[in-house]
């Protein structure tokens, strides 16, 4: 399985940005998926988590600015950032909970990260 994230570039403070994870490979289902970001030298944090219920959860500090969003038919979660802030500047990771096929069935749940897209705020 693989997760190929895109959309990261270089945007003004307050503009708008979408990114976009695809996953790819022996997919039988996907539970949460989400989107962490992180700076040089500190952890990498939460930004937004989906289920595939469409329930979603929210760094507190982009609660009102970013939506998460996914379509199950295209195995795709989407970040939607508008108003972004300077603050906001990181690398910017997805993740996914994938169940693949397995000769009997399917294999037990693993956690699977994206490449990482760049998102630079600045003036």
């Known amino acids: 399985v693989q997760l190929q994230a895109s959309g990261g570039g270089l945007v003004q403070p307050g503009g708008s940005l979408r990114l976009s994870c695809a996953a790819s490979g022996n997919i039988f289902s996907i539970n949460a998926m989400g989107w962490y970001r992180q700076v040089p030298g500190k952890q990498r944090d939460l930004v937004a988590t989906i289920t595939r219920g469409s329930s979603a959860n929210y760094l507190d500090s982009v609660k009102g600015r970013f939506t998460i969003s996914r379509d199950n038919a295209k195995n795709t979660v989407y970040l939607q950032m508008n108003s972004l802030k300077p603050e906001d500047t990181a690398v910017y990771y997805c993740?996914?909970?994938?169940?693949?096929?397995?000769?009997?069935?399917?294999?037990?749940?693993?956690?699977?990260w994206g490449q990482g897209t760049q998102v630079t705020v600045s003036s």
């Open positions: 993740n996914a909970d994938v169940r693949s096929y397995s000769s009997g069935g399917y294999d037990p749940i693993k956690n699977y």
